[in-house]
């Protein structure tokens, strides 16, 4: 196969390798632009020689020959597709792209592939989009919850976690996802350059179907000032955000100006399949431990602070916003913003599974999301594993979270150099001490010694705690 710019003009001459066996090909090419030039010739000399044929205007996705080229009112086809021998099978489409934001239209070829290999065992799904939430329809879907919750009749009526959270996907009032991120233009592409480029397209699209020099005219016009229009709002975009860092006063502000100027740049080598990364990570959850296993009976100490039942105050005060959902694809607005009677029931839920120790299956779900820090892109361990777990299991963590830390604060557990994840504590406070970077400290952790560490130093487990722990 050879494709791309040959600057040759072949007008609607065909050489003869064409064969009866491919009904898929058109005998009679054509094409929009007649003329054959000197450079043309050669090319279809150099495709005899090699039995080769072009596929623009042979094919049923090109069948009038599409201009390949537009510049002001020149309009010419010098941008081709040859093939020969096994790629006769194997092409199943063929097309001249319409695009606008280059004088060369983009040549598109579908291919109908078989392969005699055995599926990879890798199972991948794609990601369901993510409900969105929108302050303005708050009251619609708390009405549309509460009919939901309706079918469960009366308060005293237990509703399991995912019964809850199917409501609550049905409540959301358009049942809007979110679009796929890909798709959304750069941050200066605003209404005005829309409308600039639909003009072009347009103007576009009607040149290729009437082929009349007014549309060359009006195309070019348009694209020519859609490309100015875009350019312009793109340099303005820049240099706005350029005053802004150089107008910042922290770290913190400057890093968040480069971000919102660069957008965000995640790169994963081609090289390196999800089933490589999915391995990692497991080895990493499940690291043999070094040293004897700790063996110790935790006695079980009741305390009141802990032990006692969640409240729907804890659980309301606990839903955060625009933090990014698991698995089940819900925001906590949806919890933040629920009827009473959908934070009663979750309450409930979240004493019953603290009370048993018994985990729902959509606690053990999470996206990893591989973040690249430094050296080669092609290994694995490079990679800092992001999981994002789902809300709800994020608010009940977030509940046990928050009563052992003010435990651990009014018992006066913690040491005062002790200053990692501590309100009003900062690592810069201790910034005389020395540091060892550890690659993947936390995952190389004993969670078993580490369990152990805990219940000396809480001066054992309350009876929820010890279940929890193992569980």
Not at 79 to 85: A, H
Not at 293 to 309: E, M, R
Not at 422 to 448: E, G, L, P
Request: hydrophobic share 40%.
């Amino acid at each position: 196969m050879l494709i791309g710019d040959f600057n040759a003009r072949i007008g609607q001459s065909q050489n003869n390798y064409i064969s009866s066996h491919y009904p898929f090909f058109n005998l009679n090419r054509n094409s929009k632009d007649a003329l054959c030039d000197s450079k043309g010739s050669k090319i279809l000399e150099l495709a005899d020689e090699f039995n080769c044929h072009v596929l623009n205007g042979s094919c049923e996705g090109d069948a009038k020959g599409e201009y390949t080229f537009i510049r002001g009112t020149s309009c010419s086809v010098i941008d081709y597709c040859f093939i020969s021998g096994k790629w006769n099978d194997v092409i199943s489409n063929f097309e001249v792209g319409v695009e606008t934001f280059s004088d060369h239209m983009p040549l598109e070829i579908a291919l109908s592939c078989t392969t005699s290999q055995s599926p990879v065992n890798t199972r991948q799904l794609n990601l369901v989009p993510k409900l969105i939430w929108n302050y303005k329809n708050r009251n619609v879907y708390q009405t549309n919850l509460n009919k939901e919750l309706e079918t469960l009749g009366n308060l005293d009526i237990r509703a399991d976690i995912n019964t809850l959270l199917e409501m609550i996907k049905k409540a959301n009032p358009k049942n809007n996802p979110q679009k796929n991120k890909a798709l959304i233009k750069q941050k200066w592409f605003d209404v005005e350059c829309v409308k600039a480029r639909k003009l072009s397209f347009n103007y576009l699209n009607l040149l290729r179907t009437h082929n009349l020099q007014i549309f060359r005219k009006l195309y070019t016009d348009a694209n020519r000032n859609s490309k100015r229009l875009c350019y312009a709002k793109r340099v303005s975009f820049e240099n706005l955000n350029i005053a802004v860092i150089n107008n910042t006063r922290s770290s913190s502000e400057f890093w968040k100006a480069v971000k919102h100027l660069n957008g965000k740049i995640n790169t994963i080598a081609l090289g390196l399949q999800a089933s490589d990364l999915r391995d990692y990570f497991i080895s990493l959850l499940n690291r043999s431990a070094n040293g004897p296993l700790v063996q110790y009976a935790a006695p079980s100490i009741l305390d009141v602070y802990l032990d006692a039942p969640f409240s729907i105050q804890e659980v309301v005060a606990n839903a955060k916003s625009n933090k990014a959902p698991g698995d089940d694809r819900i925001p906590f607005e949806f919890f933040k913003h629920a009827t009473e009677k959908c934070i009663f029931l979750l309450t409930s839920e979240f004493n019953r599974i603290f009370e048993s120790a018994s985990v729902p299956e959509v606690f053990h779900k999470s996206i990893i999301f591989p973040l690249h820090k430094k050296g080669s892109y092609e290994d694995p361990a490079i990679y800092r594993g992001i999981s994002f777990l789902n809300t709800c299991a994020k608010l009940f963590a977030g509940l046990i979270h928050n009563r052992l830390s003010k435990w651990v604060e009014d018992k006066n557990i913690l040491w005062e150099f002790q200053a990692g994840f501590r309100k009003s504590y900062s690592t810069i406070d201790h910034i005389y001490a020395f540091f060892i970077d550890f690659r993947a400290a936390f995952d190389s952790v004993d969670r078993q010694a580490l369990f152990y560490k805990l219940s000396v130093s809480l001066y054992g487990y309350s009876p929820p705690l010890n279940l929890w722990k193992n569980s």
